[in-house]
């Protein structure tokens, strides 16, 4: 009875368990409501994310992101919040997910590039000199024509390419390599700069990672989370270091929570960071007023 009380719900229950079952080569899976795409408040999600852009309820909050070891803010990733009427205010976790399964992370996306790049034109305009970064689901990169929705949006605002950077996430880019490696491909072309996001997290398979055209690896914040106090965390930032400076990439530290923390990752060869310590996600608007007290300033 836990896992529903009519024919019609166990029925389809199991289906969802026998699919997860398939999907992770399991021979057994017990009906789990968090593997379930088709539960009541994932629909109503579903239903509320159509028109979003479109009924201005998404906004874009910016984490600032320093060079090391001078400490130089040089750019500011874009984050999608979604105000969800009568429900306040959402974070990715719980809307990119059903976004990318329902089809209007397209919406979204499109959006999100266009927010984005106009922000950093703004800031350039008045004199930060930022760039700016822009997250991609997977969904993102297969979408047609994406390469050239971000081409236009630069040319819209007379954004110079160089501005701007696009993340993938290292699952996202080994799900399927030649696509990945494709689209970013033909970003690097335009000049756009391109960074593997929550590195370590995947299974990267290194011939791939040889030959994609990305500039930089962010380490996950999972391995920065105790401040490095366990060496093997330690390790992992040490080796990935390594790794991306034979390959010749840069390397950014995410969830950086500490001048502790900040002052390691600098002294183990990371090149840029990011965290609370430095700033907590910010409004386009307070971005200029932050630099000016925060210790982290704009280069001059
Ligand atoms: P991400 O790209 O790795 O972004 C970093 C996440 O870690 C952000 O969470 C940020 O607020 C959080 N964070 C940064 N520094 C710290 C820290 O020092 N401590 C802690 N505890 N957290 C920190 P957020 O905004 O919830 O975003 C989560 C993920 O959602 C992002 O991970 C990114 O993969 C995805 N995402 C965000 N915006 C977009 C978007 O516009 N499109 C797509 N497709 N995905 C997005
Ligand atoms: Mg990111
Ligand atoms: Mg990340």
């Not at 996600?281 to 210790?295: D, E, I, V």
Request: aromatic residues 4%; proline residues 6%.
């Amino acid at each position: 009875p836990a896992d529903g009380d009519s024919a019609d719900t166990l029925l389809r229950r199991a289906a969802v368990a026998a699919a997860v079952a398939k999907r992770r080569a399991q021979p057994v899976f017990r009906y789990d409501s968090e593997c379930d795409p088709f539960t009541q408040e994932r629909l109503a999600v579903v239903t509320d994310l159509w028109g979003a852009a479109e009924r201005g309820e998404l906004r874009l909050e910016f984490l600032p992101a320093v060079d090391l070891p001078a400490r130089n803010t040089v750019s500011a990733e874009a984050l999608v919040r979604w105000r969800r009427p009568g429900k306040g205010l959402l974070f990715p976790c719980d809307f990119i997910p059903i976004a990318e399964r329902s089809g209007s992370i397209r919406e979204i996306t499109r959006w999100v590039i266009q927010e984005a790049v106009a922000a950093c034109a703004t800031w350039q305009s008045d004199g930060i000199p930022l760039g700016v970064a822009v997250n991609l689901s997977t969904a993102g990169i297969h979408e047609p024509g994406i390469v050239e929705i971000i081409e236009q949006a630069l040319q819209v605002h007379g954004l110079p390419p160089t501005s701007l950077t696009v993340e993938l996430t290292e699952s996202g880019v080994m799900r399927d390599p030649k696509v990945a490696t494709q689209v970013l491909g033909s970003l690097h072309a335009l000049g756009v700069r391109s960074a593997i996001d929550d590195f370590g997290t995947g299974y990267s398979c290194l011939a791939h990672l040889r030959n994609l055209p990305v500039h930089a690896l962010k380490i996950d914040r999972s391995f920065l989370q105790g401040g490095l106090a366990d060496p093997q965390d330690r390790n992992i930032v040490q080796s990935t270091v390594n790794l991306a400076h034979q390959l010749g990439l840069s390397v950014v530290a995410e969830g950086v929570e500490s001048e502790a923390t900040l002052e390691l990752v600098s002294s183990l060869g990371c090149h840029r960071a990011q965290g609370h310590h430095i700033a907590r996600p910010l409004h386009r608007r307070s971005l200029g007023p932050w630099l000016s007290t925060s210790g982290f300033p704009a280069l001059a």
